[in-house]
């Protein structure tokens, strides 16, 4: 059973993304780089960015960030390097 208001249609992940498929090449992320946060969520930002901000306030895999947000780890990366 999926959660409450998600979506993981092929066009919600696209959207989420702006139709990219992969990070930029210096987007560092594999499964199991840490991801720390250095600011709090700002108004106006997407609530996939903010979730990922407020989730790695203390060190968090990807991979973890991927299974917290419910998405993708293909995803979860390209939001990661959006940071």
């Not at 959660?3 to 992940?13: I, K």
């Amino acid at each position: 059973m999926s959660r409450p208001g998600r979506d993981d249609t092929p066009d919600r992940l696209y959207t989420l993304t702006q139709g990219r498929s992969r990070p930029g090449p210096d987007a560092p992320f594999d499964l199991v780089t840490l991801v720390v946060a250095e600011c709090d969520p700002m108004p106006g930002m997407q609530s996939e960015h903010a979730a990922i901000l407020r989730l790695t306030e203390r060190p968090t895999a990807a991979v973890e960030i991927a299974a917290e947000l419910g998405l993708p780890v293909s995803i979860t990366r390209i939001l990661l390097a959006d940071l």
